[in-house]
């Protein structure tokens, strides 16, 4: 008999939360890749799914990175 199966279930909790935060990620990169494509419900339905916690933390990240993308093409663009 093992002496510590608290520290086992603990390490596979840890585990599983590491798994649903990779499994968050993906579907926030889904999302991008839908929405590039054009394909707006699909990406409605997949940012559905995800946490409000997750949601937060995108849509910070997302006003960001269009703000850089802005940015680079202003920097890019021809000086007249």
Known sequence: MRAHPASDYEQFARAMEGFQRAAQALAVQAALGVLMRGDLPEATEILGKLKPDT??????AAKTLADLADHELTRRRPAR
């Open 55 to 60: 949601l937060r933390s995108l849509s910070v």
